[in-house]
């Protein structure tokens, strides 16, 4: 069976080489020294998946020379959107998408009373306005350095969906407390969709489950904000980290490459 | 960008990359430093604001602040801005993001020279710093036009007592019904949205009014949960507005 690498142990820890003349058998070989039970398991998995290339693609890549700190925006979206996903679930355990009041009732009771849940409640809601913040800064990075264009066009596509349906979030989610102010600026919201030219009828709609805000409207908004939008999100971060790992993340417009350079590194100025 | 200039690109790229560090740990170290500070910022934040819970969503009368999150707030000036050409506004209000949005969709493909230092991209530079101030400018005006809702005016002193009692009342409807938001009366309320009421009157009969206030063009929000539940209400707030000459 292939094995990995043994990791680079301290010396205290390495296995002791057996002393020469101890091996009466091959039972001895077999026994699993617990130092490497990591290793084998890592062994069994890759043995069955091959994963181990993958993990090397991802994270032995190089990154051009020069990356700075603004590269970390992107990343940073990511982090944001994490925080999001689970201080979301933690609501949701306590959220009720019940518009004739349960809904407000659990929002409220998660505010006043859950355990914690006004701190939750707040990462979530603050989370949000950071989420977008980020997003638009990442966007902004992008868009200063150049690096939408060849051959990461795509990526800036799916860069671009993925901010429509950042914004969409923040849309739909404002609604769900159901206090006065949620209730009217949806209202006020989806109102405006309507006036929009050919599919803005139909967006209303849709949005609204009916002509106007009615029963529905608060548990499709529900769905829509915790699982169609963010299954979408989370497949076009898949999408969006795959490309900018094959094709590589661009070196910052400034720097050019001098290939002279590598013959002559001693006359470096 | 031609053959000729992909090429030359993708050449000069694998060199740089190859003068670069691996991803793991350099980059992640960075990444890891920046989301911790993301972290403290978002505990920081949710820590000194929280989250504060208004009153119990109401479809049909007392105040109501009918305001997005800050983020939305320069879709609703735009709203404000494009009321000037009341024929064009729902198009305007709808269509302005639109356009933006496919025009930021189809960016690689109509800006495809290769030049990447943004100080050699004049248009793209100049673009750029007129929509970073346009959304500046437009979010920092929608958040300083609050959402008043107390009207006062003074009723036209040749009424009867009657009259005065019901534009008191009126005053107070529309204060509750939020229709400042989006309407000047007087010195009170926003101008625009919606168009300044100070003489409506003059301009609309009262049935229109009310037609208007049943099934009004959007964005403005319909009325007809206030007839239904509190009819009184209703013919107060028709009649004040009818006396607004
Ligand atoms: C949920 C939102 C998003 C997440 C989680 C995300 C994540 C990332 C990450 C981790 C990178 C690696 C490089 C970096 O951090 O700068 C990246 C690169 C990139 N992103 Fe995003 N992004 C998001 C939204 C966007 C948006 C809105 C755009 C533009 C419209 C965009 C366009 C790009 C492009 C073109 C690259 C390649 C940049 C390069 O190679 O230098 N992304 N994204």
Redesign the pocket.
Known sequence: MPRLPAPPLPKGLRPRPKPPGDDNGAGVADTLDPLEAGVTAVDWIDERTSLTPVGRWLLFRKVPRGVNW??????A??FA?LNQAVTGVFLAMYYRPDASGGAYESVRYITTDAFLGQFVRGMHKWGASVMIIL?FL??G??FF?G??KYP?EL??I???V??IL?LAMGFTGYLLPLDQRAYWATVVGVNINAGGPFIGPYLSNFLFGGADFGATTLSRFYAIHMLIIPGA?VAL?GA??YL?TK????APPWLKAEPEKQFQPETDV | MNQAEKEAYLREYSILKNEGKPFFPYAVAKDAVMALIVMLVIIFLALLFGAELGPKANPTTTTYVPRPDWYFFFLFEVLRVMRKVPDFTPMATIGVPTICMIL?FLLPFYDRSPERRIERRPIALATALFAIGAMAYLTFSGANTGSPNTVDLKPPSNFTAQQKATFTKGELVVGQSGCLACHQIGDNGNNGPGPVLTTIASKVPPQQIASTLLNPTPPMPSFKGLRQQYPQKFQTLVAFLSMLH
């Open positions: 603004y590269y970390t925006l992107g990343s979206t990511l959107f997003i990442h966007m990075r992008v350095f690096a939408y990461r990526t800036w799916i860069g671009v993925l901010l950042t999100i971060i969006h980290l900018v094709l590589g993340i661009t | 930021l």
